[in-house]
């Protein structure tokens, strides 16, 4: 070979990888696919059907209904002086914006194994748009969740606009972080244990009742459980998130610090297991 | 030149069977082994891949310490059986999988047609597919718009561009696809098997497109396929591997050839031991012979002399068989198909078949091949139901001999065939 001395490879293929090698470069190249992803999402959801993304609005406002019937009405749990539909909305907007995330990341490896199998880019780019189109979904769901209480405010319940609404965009980060980083996590593991794709369906539903959704943390407070509760990193951030919207919350320091501190966990083990995953799994899968 | 992939020692293990049973267990030894400081004790085990064989082992090299390096603008056409690890060399080329030990280096963007549509999403339309399509092929969305209007026409699908692809046609479909993933700029191109699709005007148009990029481009390209003429069409150099291990690298007119003798025509096991076959057994070849009018057995066939090809057959089910149909493909060393000997076209199928029948005799007159090696591919049926299918059952090797009885042939080169024909002079009567 004519050029030993000192050679330049652009990539070497070898059998190591970098645990924590999370290369923002790469990604930013590939911001066009990332985008392309999210679009290709979108229109897949909604063609052929009539009413089209007017679906992202109906399904919290019919949920919302449900859910005033069970609980505000049949279990009367209170709503910490919430009012009830703004109550439920709230909830069901972010919770759908976090369920959303975390089961459509844990789909990664499995539902893109064809594409996966024949083309090489950074794996990160497919996580990362499904949180950016669920984030397209939560704007347009928060929308509907803002008119209703513009509505509300001038049916007697006023409304509390404050600096703290700017605080809102670090919350969503927050969630979809810890969305991004479970789902990711469990994506990596079901390309071998395939076990999980099934007892994640049974988690986000039971998830959603151990997260301050259909009642306020208020609610549980010296309740037996109610420690089951305030491990969940997500409880802190809604009592927060309806603190900020409504003036009503049960949080802490600690708790808040404990869910930053679990988001960071999560995130970092999260790229490391998945950087280990994406090298090897077209074997496995 | 500058060499732009360096493969040193490169090796692919798989584990075969069920991948949830025992994977905890290894698992877990292997970690233990890891943190202990140890070689991974899996690494040591595992066969060849021979594919005609139920492994012994768990564990399998789908590549064994493969090292080479190709050079800017070559084109490296990589030949084997099925099972010899060409697909898994490619996939750790495009990085959908890594290798188990040794590594690769390359320089400049690489990109793969491993195949050719990934990421098509049925619901979009031909446009929005292309910029995804081409996305995923690692191209910026400005460099689509740029050959927006070349791709479109190299694929011929203009009149449908904003039309969800599920309503295109399988042709329309793979051209988009294909045209999109030909107008990519990698300075190495990773191609697998794609010239399998579309019609014989879209193939050569590709195999034009393929051979412009390496030539007029200087771009590197890596080909993979089964298609010995198209290999040869194509590439500079070759490699040859076998059950995962390199057998030669080099001169690719001489690996075609010595892949092609290897792989049928000094295929060892006999006819009736073959397992490679398909259909229900009604009928079972068991062997091939060739005789001269005389009833002589025939070593090896002589142009222009009259040949009797014998396939003797078991009959695994008692019943009398109807409606046979035999078939054989003539291939030439190249595996280009030749001709076909059927009872179809000659209005003989076998109405009934009987117990007492042993064998089929197919006579041919003046044969017409040129001096060379044949393989031949067996098929029957009986009742429109496959019964015994055989790719590449027996060769033949036919020498010189006098076809046209004047002691002459035409020149080596000069074609394949030879017709019967003569020549004569007009004289212009009104002179």
């Known amino acids: 070979m004519d050029n030993k001395n000192g050679k330049e490879w652009d990539l070497e293929i070898t059998a190591r990888s970098k645990a924590l090698e999370f290369n923002f470069k790469e990604i930013w190249r590939y911001r066009d696919l990332m985008l392309l992803f999210v679009k290709r999402d979108f229109i897949a959801q909604y063609k052929q059907t009539i009413l089209g993304p007017v679906w992202h609005v109906i399904q919290p406002v019919l949920t919302t209904v449900m859910y005033l019937l069970i609980f505000n009405r049949i279990a009367r749990i209170p709503t910490d002086g919430i009012n009830p539909t703004l109550f439920y909305l709230s909830g069901i907007t972010m919770w759908s914006y976090f369920s959303q995330c975390l089961t459509h990341t844990a789909n990664t490896f499995i539902g893109n194994s064809s594409i996966f199998g024949k083309v090489y880019f950074p794996r990160m780019v497919l996580p990362i748009s499904v949180v950016i189109s669920n984030l397209i979904r939560l704007g347009i769901q928060f929308a509907l969740l803002f008119i209703a209480i513009v509505w509300f405010d001038f049916h007697g319940y006023p409304l509390t606009l404050s600096f703290l609404w700017l605080l809102l965009p670090v919350l969503v980060a927050l969630i979809g972080c810890i969305g991004l980083g479970l789902g990711i996590i469990i994506s990596s593991l079901t390309t071998k244990y395939r076990d999980l794709s099934v007892l994640l369906t049974f988690g986000v539903q039971i998830g959603m009742y151990a997260t301050p959704i259909v009642y306020p943390l208020s609610y549980v407070k010296g309740k037996g459980y109610e420690w089951i509760i305030g491990m969940n990193p997500l409880t802190p951030l809604l009592e927060v998130y309806r603190y900020i919207l409504f003036g009503k919350g049960t949080f802490d320091l600690y708790s808040v610090m404990y869910t930053l501190g679990f988001t960071v966990f999560i995130l970092f083990a999260g790229v490391m297991i998945f950087n280990k995953v994406e090298k090897s799994f077209m074997d496995t899968v | ?431």
């Open chain 2, 1 to 431: 030149m500058s060499t732009v992939i360096k493969v040193e020692n490169l090796s692919k293990q798989y584990k075969l069977g069920k991948i949830s049973t025992g994977t905890l267990a290894h698992d877990v030894n292997r970690w233990w082994h890891s943190i202990r400081g140890k070689e991974d004790p899996y690494l040591k085990i595992g066969e060849e891949n021979d594919r005609t064989q139920k492994g012994r082992d768990e564990y399998v090299w789908a590549l064994k310490d493969i090292s080479f390096s190709v050079k800017e603008g070559e084109v490296l056409g990589v030949i084997g059986k099925n099972g010899a690890g060409k697909s898994t060399l490619l996939k750790i080329l495009s990085r959908t999988t890594s290798p188990t030990t040794g590594s690769v280096k390359i320089k400049g963007r690489i990109a793969s047609l491993l195949e050719v549509g990934t990421g098509f999403h049925p619901e979009l339309t031909g446009r929005e597919n292309m910029f995804l399509n081409g996305a995923i092929l690692g191209m910026t969305r400005g460099e689509i718009l740029k050959k927006f209007d070349e791709i479109v026409d190299f694929a011929g699908v203009e009149k449908y561009i904003d039309t969800p692809v599920k309503r295109y046609s399988s042709g329309m479909y793979v051209r988009l696809a294909f045209a999109v993933a030909a107008y990519l700029e990698p300075e190495i191109l990773i191609v697998d098997e794609v010239l399998a699709v579309g019609d014989a005007e879209f193939q050569s148009k590709c195999l034009g497109k393929m051979k412009d990029v390496s030539r007029n481009e200087g771009r590197t390209v890596l080909f993979v396929s089964h298609n010995m003429a198209a290999i040869q069409n194509l590439c500079t150099r070759g490699i040859y591997m076998d059950k995962g291990r390199t057998i030669a690298i080099g001169n690719v007119e001489e690996l075609t050839i010595q892949y092609l003798q290897s792989s049928k025509l000094s295929n060892s096991t006999s006819l009736s031991e073959r397992t490679d076959r398909s259909g229900n057994l009604a009928i079972k070849f068991t062997n091939v012979f060739f005789e001269n009018d005389r009833g002589q057995r025939l070593s090896s066939l002589i142009t222009g002399q009259t040949v009797k090809f014998v396939l003797l057959f078991e009959k695994l089910i008692k019943d009398t068989l109807r409606n046979v149909i035999i078939a054989l493909g003539i291939d030439d060393a190249y595996g280009n198909r030749i001709t076909n000997l059927n009872n179809e076209v000659t209005d003989q199928i076998f109405q009934t078949v009987g117990n007492s029948v042993h064998s089929i005799e197919i006579l041919i007159n003046n044969f017409p091949l040129m001096p060379g090696k044949y393989a031949v591919t067996i098929f029957s049926s009986a009742n429109g139901e496959v019964c015994d299918w055989v790719q590449n059952a027996f060769g033949f090797e036919v020498v010189s001999g006098d076809f046209y009885g004047t002691g002459k042939l035409i020149a080596h080169g000069q074609g394949q065939f030879l017709v019967n024909h003569r020549f004569k002079l007009n004289m212009d009567t009104s002179a």
